[in-house]
């Protein structure tokens, strides 16, 4: 049997015909099994045997998406029949998107072009099908910043020049399944911009590599922990009976699965590809990475991508790329 989880108390599921070579025209009817609760039987002196959801009935395919009911049927003698009936429950959209945080604080700086990554959302469905797809937008008008619709990847949209603040700039970022009907939710995406001389303070750290413009050729199926790059950085503007130690890590930005393709090294700004590197599986790249001392945090971003080699025009993006090849 094939129900629609979420049905209304009383509703008919089933029927069958019970017939006593005796002739009994007075039965009793058990159920027993998982989820045995949700349902109520009805038999009449003819031996119509009609199963009802009960009226305290929660069947959700997302607790228990499959039942197996076990209904003894028995007459004034005390004969008693089984048989077991199979229940497959069917998924309606009774549940919106969720994103994994309902607030993204992001800062950038006011000279990064566009189509830098800045974060990545995500969001999940308990639905199935169509209505466990997400897609992802920005509600209202943005020229400032853009959210891939199926991967969830942000990116710089417009020009930042001008907008540096201290008050963060806020817009709303909506997930919505593709079920009918359609579900969303929604989360806040805080957007800093600092000004181009902002980092340049007593508490700076500036990246010495990579260099502008630097590409990097990786060959596919490297084997585990191959060091690819080292990145470097320094305190700058900063008394050296002050400085603290530099310290590194990493985030994927475009990959959603939970083990990294790539790690760095904390103290030393070595990069090591820690999974096989397939070309065919992806052949590019998008990674964020920061770092800190004990006197602040100072995020920046680089990005391994094999894409748009002509970003690297300024000193300040801290771009570089990583081709795949076969």
């Keep these: 049997v094939f129900l629609t989880e ?18 009994s025209a007075s039965y009793h009817v058990k159920f ?66 969720e994103f994994t945080r309902k607030m993204y604080d992001v800062q950038v700086v006011e ?14 469905d308990a639905d199935v099908g169509k209505a466990a797809q997400v897609r992802y937008s920005i509600r209202g008008p943005s020229d400032v910043v853009a959210v891939n619709e ?18 963060p700039y806020k817009f709303e970022l909506v997930a919505r399944d593709l079920g009918e009907p359609e579900l969303n939710s929604s989360a806040i995406l805080s957007l800093r911009v600092r000004g181009k001389d902002e980092v340049m303070t007593e508490t700076s750290v500036v990246f010495l590599e990579p260099k502008n413009g630097v590409q990097i050729v990786v060959k596919e199926n490297l084997p585990l922990d191959t060091k690819i790059y080292t990145a470097k950085a320094e305190q700058r ?3 050296s009976r002050t400085r603290g130690i ?15 393709n ?24 998008t990674v964020s990475y920061t770092y800190s001392f004990k006197s602040g945090l100072s995020p920046s971003h680089c990005v391994l991508d094999t894409r748009d080699a002509d970003k690297c025009d300024r000193a300040r993006s801290l771009f570089f790329k990583i081709f795949l090849q076969c």
């Design 6 to 23: 979420n049905l209304p108390p009383g509703s008919k599921i089933a029927e069958f015909d019970v017939t006593d070579p005796d002739g």
């Design 237 to 239: 503007g900063i008394a």
């Design 150 to 167: 199926t991967s969830g990847v942000v990116t710089v949209a417009g020009e930042l020049w001008g907008m540096a603040r201290d008050a």
């Design 246 to 260: 530099l310290t590194y890590s990493l985030k994927d930005l475009t990959s959603d699965e939970k083990e990294p």
């Design 32 to 97: 027993s099994g998982p989820g045995s609760e949700n349902y109520r039987a009805n038999i009449t002196e003819l031996g119509t045997l009609s199963l009802y959801t009960a009226d305290n009935a929660q069947i959700d395919r997302e607790a228990q998406d499959s039942q197996s009911l076990l209904i003894e049927v028995s007459d004034v003698s005390n004969n008693t029949d089984r048989a077991i009936l199979p229940i497959r429950i069917l998924d309606v959209n009774d549940n919106a998107p």
């Design 111 to 124: 000279d990064w072009p566009r189509g830098v990554v800045i974060e990545k959302v995500h969001a999940t």
């Design 262 to 285: 790539f790690a760095i090294d904390k103290e030393s700004g070595d990069i090591f590809a820690v999974k096989n590197i397939d070309y065919e599986k992806n052949n590019e790249y």
